[in-house]
């Protein structure tokens, strides 16, 4: 689940250029603003249908997760 986690980062980074969203201000990095429960969101640019394989990469529950074979298909 961790490496699900790193590759929702991954995809969000190489499919816009930057990290998801989230409160750059209070947090340095991606992990720990989903360790302190804020939600990360994909930025706009990216088609729906990736999004929304993306963004349950990135829950802070690793069971929430999906497993590789389902970001595969």
Same mark, same amino acid.
């Not at 986690?5 to 720990?32: I, R, V, W």
């Given at each position: 689940?961790?490496d #699900?986690?790193?590759?929702g980062?991954?995809? /969000? &980074?190489y &499919? =816009? %250029?930057?990290l998801?969203?989230y409160d =750059?201000a209070?947090?340095?990095y991606p992990c720990?603003a989903?360790g302190?429960?804020? !939600?990360l !969101? $994909? !930025? /706009? %640019? $990216?088609? =729906? %249908? &990736?999004a929304? #394989? #993306?963004?349950?990469?990135?829950?802070?529950?690793?069971a /929430?997760?999906p497993?590789?074979?389902?970001v595969?298909e």
């Amino acid at each position: 689940a961790c490496d #699900i986690f790193a590759l929702g980062l991954m995809f /969000s &980074l190489y &499919l =816009t %250029g930057q990290l998801p969203e989230y409160d =750059t201000a209070k947090y340095n990095y991606p992990c720990a603003a989903v360790g302190d429960g804020e !939600k990360l !969101k $994909v !930025k /706009s %640019g $990216v088609p =729906t %249908g &990736l999004a929304a #394989i #993306i963004e349950p990469m990135l829950q802070a529950n690793p069971a /929430s997760r999906p497993n590789i074979q389902q970001v595969f298909e």
